[in-house]
């Protein structure tokens, strides 16, 4: 199982960020509690949090990257292979899909209120907007990566911390807005759990809106790989 650890790493922490993210979400529907600045500051704190554990706890084995926003970061600076990149990509929807399941099943009804936890354009928010506005948070996100965990001259120790609180961040000030999602895999697990437990008619919009959250945070994994190279890259 070694040569397979870092593939199992990236399985478990993208779990652990979307089950404790949605369910996160879903409480505040199941105890019927209006979404407002003291629910959005504790999602941001559950995501920021669980982000920073993942990192800290499974860093070491894969580089935690729990994301293929993060992934395809990496691979605009040749820091993994595409293949290596493709198996990271499948085990990080492996495990959202696997916490989105676990949501339905533990918390069908509030889920069903929450959009199973699913971050979602804010009311008046168009789909371009919102890519744009994911595209951004994402950028500024895998930039911090690059440059905590992913560079010799970062102060070690810090990394976690760092990329935990950025993420909390981000959807500090995007999530009204885009939902702030800034993980294709985090938005799949969702919709995964809206496939498997909506009733007939029921809406869907972790399904119809997902492609937004697969576009937006993977032209910002991108942009922030390519702002990390040119700026303050290593050997500039």
């Excluded at 990236?10 to 979400?25: K, P, R, Y």
């Excluded at 899909?97 to 804010?122: E, H, K, Q, R």
């Amino acid at each position: 199982m070694g040569k397979n650890a870092k593939y199992y790493a990236e399985m478990i922490g993208t779990f652990l960020l979307t089950f404790i993210g949605s369910m996160a979400v879903v409480s505040f529907a199941g105890a019927g509690l209006a979404f407002g600045s003291a629910s959005l500051l504790a999602i941001a704190l559950a995501h920021g949090l669980a982000l920073a554990i993942a990192v800290y706890a499974l860093g070491h084995i894969s580089g935690a990257h729990v994301n293929p926003a993060v992934t395809l970061g990496f691979l605009v600076l040749g820091k993994i292979k595409p293949e290596e990149a493709g198996k990271y990509v499948l085990s990080q929807l492996v495990g959202a899909g696997f916490a989105g399941l676990l949501v339905g099943y533990l918390a069908i009804n509030p889920s069903l209120m929450a959009a199973f936890g699913a971050p979602l354009p804010g009311e008046g928010v168009t789909p371009q907007a919102a890519i744009l506005i994911e595209a951004v948070l994402t950028a500024i996100l895998v930039f911090v990566v690059l440059s905590t965990a992913a560079d010799k001259r970062a102060t070690p120790g810090w990394h976690g911390f760092s990329i935990g609180m950025t993420l909390a961040m981000a959807i500090l000030a995007g999530g009204v807005f885009s939902g702030a999602s800034l993980n294709p895999a985090r938005s799949f697990g969702p919709a995964l759990g809206t496939l498997a437990f909506s009733f007939a008619g029921e809406p869907v919009p972790a399904i119809s809106m997902l492609w937004i959250y697969i576009i937006g945070p993977l032209l910002g994994g991108a942009l922030g790989a390519f702002v990390y190279r040119f700026s303050v890259a290593e050997g500039k």
